[in-house]
């Protein structure tokens, strides 16, 4: 049972242009979510984070949407730059520190 | 700034052998975690500890162990390595409410 889900594995965007990354959840009882980046042979690295008690949180040219009703929530950068190419990760938790991660999103930013 | 190592970076194993991996931080948190990454796949967690002496399982726990006897290490074991038991293998370390940092992998083939 996917609790957290990426339905798209790969991406590939335009550099200057938006990237939108999506995610979708299952459990109601998720209130933190999280994104991480993802480089070749190294760690995930904590990216933005959005508390269920918000819609949107920003950071520069990071911005997540969180929409409770649909159960879903997007990573958008704008400009994409093209060392934002990485594998994304969406996260979820439910009021502890155990993470639910999805399976990623390849983003390649084309020049 | 170490922030949180892991050894070895790469190594392969016979069927039934069994080895330790190695993951200690430098941060002071008091929370670490281990992961396992499958390819194509998210992070599942194996278990988790919320301070030395404290350890709990996650949603992916048989065929490991570990153990907790400081706050800076959280060695990983497995006993009877199976092939099932190849993957990528993260450690993560967090304070209470914080954003996980992790290392930068195992990678573990069971031949």
């Known amino acids: 049972d996917q609790q957290v889900k990426q339905n798209s594995p790969s991406l590939s965007v335009q550099e200057g242009r938006i990237s939108i990354l999506n995610c979708d959840y299952t459990n109601s009882m998720f209130d933190y979510f999280l994104w991480y980046k993802k480089y070749p042979a190294e760690g995930p690295t904590f990216l933005i984070s959005?508390?269920?008690?918000?819609d949107k949180n920003e950071d520069g040219r990071f911005t997540v949407f969180l929409n409770k009703s649909a159960k879903h929530l997007s990573l958008h950068i704008v400009p994409s730059q093209p060392g934002d190419s990485a594998v994304y990760f969406c996260?979820?938790?439910?009021?502890?520190?155990?993470?639910?991660f999805g399976q990623g999103t390849r983003l390649t930013i084309n020049p | 700034n170490a922030g949180v190592t892991q050894t070895p970076k790469f190594r392969i194993l016979k069927i039934g052998q069994s080895m330790t991996l190695q993951c200690a931080q430098d941060?002071?948190?008091?929370?670490m975690y281990w992961y396992r990454q499958d390819p194509g796949m998210g992070l599942k967690l194996i278990y988790y500890?919320?301070?030395?002496?404290?350890?709990d399982k996650g949603e992916v726990p048989n065929g490991y162990n570990v153990s907790r006897s400081t706050t800076e290490d959280f060695p990983l074991r497995l006993e009877l390595a199976a092939p099932s038991q190849t993957s990528v293998y993260f450690c993560?370390?967090?304070?209470?409410?914080?954003?996980?940092?992790f290392g930068d992998g195992t990678r573990l083939s069971i031949l």
């Open positions: 993560a370390s967090s304070q209470l409410d914080q954003p996980q940092h």
């Open positions: 996260a979820a938790t439910e009021g502890a520190q155990k993470l639910v």
């Open positions: 959005i508390s269920s008690i918000k």
């Open positions: 500890s919320v301070g030395a002496g404290i350890t």
């Open positions: 941060m002071n948190h008091n929370y």
